[in-house]
């Protein structure tokens, strides 16, 4: 017997790659100029974006081992964030201080 495969829908590969579909789209094109490496779709009726789930899953699997986490460096934003804005808090005071009296 013929086992069949799941085909999921480009929504559902957004989710499952934590990115907005638009990423996706830009994926899949850098993907056919020779430049990225997700999985192309399946031809399906209609047009549609569609993947097999098992060539998804193979990406992320692919993808999980070749990347460090992402974690650390929005980690690393966020203080550069605090940073800049202790740093304009305090030039703000000193620019208080040394405002001249209309």
Same mark, same amino acid.
Do not use: C
């Given at each position: 017997?013929? @086992?069949? @495969?799941?085909?999921?829908?480009?929504?559902?590969?957004?989710?499952?790659?934590?990115?907005?579909? $638009?990423?996706?789209?830009?994926?899949?094109?850098? $993907?056919?100029?020779?430049?990225?490496?997700?999985?192309?779709?399946?031809?399906?009726?209609?047009?549609?974006?569609?993947?097999?789930?098992s060539d998804i899953e193979a990406y992320l699997a692919s @993808?999980?081992?070749?990347?460090?986490p992402v974690v650390s460096t929005v980690r690393q934003v966020r203080r550069d964030q605090k940073e800049f804005h202790q740093r304009q808090a305090e030039a703000d005071k000193i620019l208080l201080r040394h405002r001249k009296p209309k």
């Open positions: 017997m013929e @086992q069949k @495969q799941m085909i999921v829908l480009i929504d559902e590969v957004a989710a499952r790659l934590r990115v907005s579909t $638009s990423t996706v789209r830009r994926w899949l094109a850098e $993907s056919r100029a020779g430049r990225g490496n997700l999985p192309r779709p399946v031809s399906v009726p209609g047009g549609k974006l569609r993947w097999l789930a @993808q999980s081992q070749a990347t460090p």
